[in-house]
Protein backbone atom coordinates (compact mmCIF):
# COMPACT_ATOMS: atom_id res chain seq x y z
CA UNK A 1 0.00 0.00 0.00
CA UNK A 2 1.37 3.80 -0.62
CA UNK A 3 0.03 6.94 -1.87
CA UNK A 4 0.25 9.25 -5.03
CA UNK A 5 -0.66 12.92 -5.98
CA UNK A 6 -1.41 13.99 -9.04
CA UNK A 7 -1.82 17.33 -10.52
CA UNK A 8 -3.28 19.16 -13.69
CA UNK A 9 -4.08 22.62 -13.98
CA UNK A 10 -3.66 26.04 -15.61
CA UNK A 11 -0.11 27.32 -14.50
CA UNK A 12 -1.34 30.72 -15.88
CA UNK A 13 -4.49 32.32 -17.21
CA UNK A 14 -5.56 30.96 -20.76
CA UNK A 15 -7.03 32.33 -23.64
CA UNK A 16 -10.80 32.41 -24.23
CA UNK A 17 -11.42 29.90 -27.01
CA UNK A 18 -14.89 31.86 -27.31
CA UNK A 19 -13.52 34.94 -28.12
CA UNK A 20 -13.57 35.99 -31.70
CA UNK A 21 -11.10 38.50 -31.35
CA UNK A 22 -8.28 36.38 -31.79
CA UNK A 23 -7.38 32.86 -32.53
CA UNK A 24 -5.23 31.50 -29.67
CA UNK A 25 -6.12 28.44 -27.70
CA UNK A 26 -4.85 26.85 -24.98
CA UNK A 27 -2.44 24.53 -25.40
CA UNK A 28 -0.88 21.56 -23.37
CA UNK A 29 2.38 23.94 -22.23
CA UNK A 30 -0.09 25.75 -20.64
CA UNK A 31 -0.86 22.90 -18.14
CA UNK A 32 1.11 21.33 -15.18
CA UNK A 33 0.71 18.18 -14.94
CA UNK A 34 2.76 15.99 -12.09
CA UNK A 35 2.47 12.65 -10.15
CA UNK A 36 4.44 11.57 -7.65
CA UNK A 37 4.26 8.53 -5.29
CA UNK A 38 5.13 8.23 -1.28
CA UNK A 39 6.10 4.86 -0.11
CA UNK A 40 6.73 3.76 3.84
CA UNK A 41 6.65 0.80 6.08
CA UNK A 42 4.16 2.39 7.66
CA UNK A 43 1.58 3.48 5.37
CA UNK A 44 0.55 6.46 8.07
CA UNK A 45 3.97 8.24 7.42
CA UNK A 46 3.60 7.90 3.47
CA UNK A 47 0.05 9.63 3.83
CA UNK A 48 1.38 11.86 6.23
CA UNK A 49 4.17 13.06 3.45
CA UNK A 50 1.60 12.84 0.61
CA UNK A 51 -0.73 15.52 2.28
CA UNK A 52 2.77 17.58 3.55
CA UNK A 53 3.46 17.49 -0.34
CA UNK A 54 -0.73 18.48 -0.94
CA UNK A 55 0.17 21.26 1.11
CA UNK A 56 3.25 22.63 -0.16
CA UNK A 57 1.69 22.73 -3.69
CA UNK A 58 -1.42 24.76 -2.29
CA UNK A 59 1.29 27.08 -0.72
CA UNK A 60 2.61 27.77 -4.09
CA UNK A 61 -0.56 28.37 -5.86
CA UNK A 62 -1.94 30.93 -3.55
CA UNK A 63 1.30 32.59 -3.19
CA UNK A 64 0.43 33.21 -7.16
CA UNK A 65 -2.67 34.56 -6.12
CA UNK A 66 -1.70 36.88 -3.44
CA UNK A 67 -3.70 36.01 -0.94
CA UNK A 68 -3.61 33.32 2.45
CA UNK A 69 -5.22 30.51 2.52
CA UNK A 70 -7.66 29.63 5.14
CA UNK A 71 -10.04 26.75 5.07
CA UNK A 72 -10.33 23.95 2.55
CA UNK A 73 -13.25 24.74 1.63
CA UNK A 74 -12.45 28.35 0.89
CA UNK A 75 -9.58 26.78 -1.02
CA UNK A 76 -11.68 25.13 -3.44
CA UNK A 77 -13.28 28.62 -4.30
CA UNK A 78 -9.92 30.62 -4.24
CA UNK A 79 -8.00 27.70 -6.16
CA UNK A 80 -10.85 27.91 -9.32
CA UNK A 81 -8.25 30.30 -11.02
CA UNK A 82 -6.00 27.36 -11.51
CA UNK A 83 -9.14 24.66 -12.58
CA UNK A 84 -11.20 26.53 -14.77
CA UNK A 85 -10.07 28.25 -18.14
CA UNK A 86 -13.35 30.47 -18.66
CA UNK A 87 -13.84 28.40 -21.66
CA UNK A 88 -16.97 26.78 -20.87
CA UNK A 89 -20.38 26.51 -22.32
CA UNK A 90 -23.19 27.37 -19.87
CA UNK A 91 -26.76 25.92 -20.90
CA UNK A 92 -29.48 27.53 -19.80
CA UNK A 93 -33.09 26.53 -18.39
CA UNK A 94 -36.30 28.58 -17.25
CA UNK A 95 -34.81 26.99 -14.13
CA UNK A 96 -31.58 28.47 -12.47
CA UNK A 97 -30.88 26.04 -10.41
CA UNK A 98 -30.81 23.73 -13.39
CA UNK A 99 -28.35 25.44 -15.36
CA UNK A 100 -25.36 23.53 -16.23
CA UNK A 101 -21.93 23.67 -18.23
CA UNK A 102 -20.40 21.26 -20.57
CA UNK A 103 -16.32 21.97 -20.29
CA UNK A 104 -14.47 19.41 -21.93
CA UNK A 105 -11.31 21.38 -21.38
CA UNK A 106 -11.03 21.69 -17.90
CA UNK A 107 -13.20 18.51 -16.30
CA UNK A 108 -10.05 16.70 -15.67
CA UNK A 109 -8.09 19.26 -14.05
CA UNK A 110 -7.75 18.83 -10.45
CA UNK A 111 -5.05 17.94 -7.36
CA UNK A 112 -5.63 14.77 -5.80
CA UNK A 113 -4.51 12.47 -3.48
CA UNK A 114 -5.06 8.26 -4.27
CA UNK A 115 -4.38 5.62 -1.73
CA UNK A 116 -2.77 2.91 -4.37
CA UNK A 117 -3.78 -0.67 -3.32
CA UNK A 118 -2.22 -3.89 -5.37
CA UNK A 119 -2.08 -1.17 -8.29
CA UNK A 120 -5.67 -0.03 -7.83
CA UNK A 121 -5.82 3.53 -7.32
CA UNK A 122 -8.40 5.05 -4.64
CA UNK A 123 -9.25 8.53 -4.19
CA UNK A 124 -8.95 9.65 -0.37
CA UNK A 125 -8.89 13.90 -0.95
CA UNK A 126 -8.95 15.69 -3.92
CA UNK A 127 -9.52 19.63 -5.13
CA UNK A 128 -11.34 19.88 -8.53
CA UNK A 129 -12.46 22.01 -11.24
CA UNK A 130 -16.12 22.78 -10.26
CA UNK A 131 -18.65 23.94 -12.67
CA UNK A 132 -20.21 26.98 -10.30
CA UNK A 133 -18.20 26.70 -7.02
CA UNK A 134 -21.05 28.17 -4.68
CA UNK A 135 -22.64 24.42 -5.19
CA UNK A 136 -21.91 21.37 -3.36
CA UNK A 137 -18.57 19.66 -4.75
CA UNK A 138 -20.45 16.27 -5.00
CA UNK A 139 -16.96 14.44 -5.44
CA UNK A 140 -16.24 15.09 -2.10
CA UNK A 141 -19.02 11.85 -1.79
CA UNK A 142 -16.54 10.17 -3.60
CA UNK A 143 -13.38 11.10 -1.60
CA UNK A 144 -15.67 10.08 1.69
CA UNK A 145 -15.88 6.59 0.13
CA UNK A 146 -11.91 6.15 -0.75
CA UNK A 147 -11.76 7.38 3.14
CA UNK A 148 -13.73 4.59 4.54
CA UNK A 149 -11.99 1.98 2.18
CA UNK A 150 -8.82 3.04 3.23
CA UNK A 151 -9.71 3.12 7.12
CA UNK A 152 -10.92 -0.49 6.14
CA UNK A 153 -7.73 -0.93 4.59
CA UNK A 154 -5.52 -0.07 8.04
CA UNK A 155 -8.10 -2.06 10.01
CA UNK A 156 -7.72 -5.30 8.23
CA UNK A 157 -4.03 -5.37 8.10
CA UNK A 158 -3.49 -3.74 11.52
CA UNK A 159 -1.50 -0.16 10.23
CA UNK A 160 -1.15 2.22 13.01
CA UNK A 161 -3.78 5.13 12.56
CA UNK A 162 -4.38 5.55 16.22
CA UNK A 163 -4.60 9.58 16.80
CA UNK A 164 -5.43 10.36 13.28
CA UNK A 165 -8.88 9.07 13.22
CA UNK A 166 -12.25 10.88 13.70
CA UNK A 167 -15.73 10.21 13.80
CA UNK A 168 -18.32 11.76 12.03
CA UNK A 169 -22.32 11.33 12.27
CA UNK A 170 -23.69 11.51 8.83
CA UNK A 171 -27.20 10.57 9.68
CA UNK A 172 -28.58 14.19 8.65
CA UNK A 173 -27.18 13.35 5.05
CA UNK A 174 -28.82 10.09 4.62
CA UNK A 175 -25.41 8.40 5.80
CA UNK A 176 -24.68 6.58 8.68
CA UNK A 177 -21.93 7.39 11.89
CA UNK A 178 -18.01 6.72 9.70
CA UNK A 179 -14.82 6.39 11.48
CA UNK A 180 -12.48 7.25 9.31
CA UNK A 181 -8.43 8.97 8.78
CA UNK A 182 -9.13 13.20 8.85
CA UNK A 183 -7.87 14.91 5.75
CA UNK A 184 -8.23 19.04 5.42
CA UNK A 185 -12.21 18.51 5.08
CA UNK A 186 -14.20 20.17 7.53
CA UNK A 187 -16.67 17.24 7.33
CA UNK A 188 -19.42 18.04 10.07
CA UNK A 189 -19.29 21.52 8.71
CA UNK A 190 -20.52 19.61 5.86
CA UNK A 191 -23.12 18.00 7.72
CA UNK A 192 -24.22 20.89 9.23
CA UNK A 193 -24.69 22.87 6.20
CA UNK A 194 -26.63 20.22 4.38
CA UNK A 195 -29.01 18.30 7.21
CA UNK A 196 -32.27 17.19 5.99
CA UNK A 197 -30.89 16.68 2.27
CA UNK A 198 -30.34 12.83 1.00
CA UNK A 199 -26.87 13.07 -0.13
CA UNK A 200 -25.31 9.89 0.52
CA UNK A 201 -28.07 6.88 -0.38
Known sequence: MHYQIETKYWRRAVPNIHDESHNETPTKADLVET???FHHVSPIEARKQVF???GSILDVLYSGLGISQTTDKQARIDLQQYFDSGNGIEYLS????KKFKINSVD???RIAIYMVVNGVK??????RYLDYADRLDYDLLEDLEGLVL???QYLENDYASEGYEINVDFTAIGGTVETFIKTPVSWKELVNEYTGLELIS
Open 107 to 109: MHN
Open 150 to 152: EYN
Open 35 to 37: KKE
Open 94 to 97: KYPE
Open 122 to 127: TVIHSM
Open 52 to 54: QHY
